[in-house]
Every structure is written in structure tokens, then in C-alpha cells.
């Protein structure tokens, strides 16, 4: 069995691309937190690169920032090669089949740049014509 559930931050904004076929692959790196603790008290954490595909990978590229908390269920794939100096590396990273946001959307996201400035004016006047009051001169 191989079997992955990883709760973490993403370390940078996700990087969206396509195969030369089309199809959507989204990568970032998570940082999990370790149970123990450096000896000055100090969290320790795994940085572990993440490979989401298709239409959650477009899902995910529109909605996850760095800092965003998510949970990802996956299978741990370990790739071999050999670098350039010729010693075989290997690669591993864990093939998302699912990717959970688990905080919520941050702030600066749901409010506009600009905010229109109200209006009381007209909107005393739209209301007073929709419910066919005469508010006369002093208002």
C-alpha cells in the first residue's frame, strides 16, 4: 500500500503547466511541520514537492497562495536519475489525488483594490422612487 496524507503550507505560489498533449500539472513545494523540536525550541519541518494534475491542478493554481494551509492525500513516487556529474539521484515527491483547503481564503483576496465610495444621495433618491415616497425639500 502507498499511501500519503500530508497536512502543511505551501512555500510559494503554485507553478501551472501543460503537457505537450494539454493536459493541466500543477507542482509546489509543502512544508509539514516535524513533531520534535530543534534543541533551542525551534519547530522543524519537511519541505515536500507536490504534483496535482488535471482539473484540480487548474482548481488548485486558482485558489492556493503561499501560506495557504492544505491537506493532501496522495501515493509517494521515489524517481531515479543520473545528474550531470554522473552519480544516480533520485526524486521524490507525492502524486496528489486530492487537495483540501483548509483555512480559509485570505483577506486581501475578497476585497476589491478599490472600493466604490457610497453615494447617499442617490441612493435616498433610488429608494425614495422605488417605494413612491415624496421626501420634499429638506432632505
Known amino acids: 500500500m502507498n499511501y500519503v ?9 503554485p507553478v501551472l503547466r501543460y ?25 522543524e519541518a519537511d519541505f515536500i514537492d507536490i504534483v496535482v494534475w488535471r482539473k484540480q491542478a487548474e482548481i488548485c493554481a486558482n485558489y492556493l497562495k503561499k501560506g495557504r494551509l492544505v491537506g493532501v492525500e496522495g ?4 524517481s531515479r536519475f543520473q ?3 554522473g552519480q544516480t539521484h533520485r526524486k521524490v ?7 483540501e483547503f483548509l483555512d480559509s481564503k485570505p483577506r486581501e483576496e475578497e ?10 444621495d442617490a441612493f435616498v433618491d433610488d429608494i425614495s422612487q422605488k417605494i413612491d415616497i415624496d421626501l420634499g425639500e429638506d432632505v
Open 19 to 43: 503537457t505537450p498533449t494539454g493536459v493541466p500539472v500543477l507542482g509546489f513545494t509543502l512544508a509539514v511541520d516535524r513533531r520534535s523540536r530543534t534543541p533551542e525550541g525551534e519547530k
Open 5 to 13: 496524507i500530508l497536512t502543511g503550507r505551501l512555500t510559494a505560489d
Open 75 to 78: 501515493r509517494l513516487e521515489i
Open 93 to 99: 515527491r507525492v502524486i496528489a489525488y486530492r487537495v
Open 83 to 85: 545528474g550531470a556529474d
Open 111 to 120: 476585497v476589491p483594490e478599490e472600493i466604490p465610495s457610497f453615494d447617499e
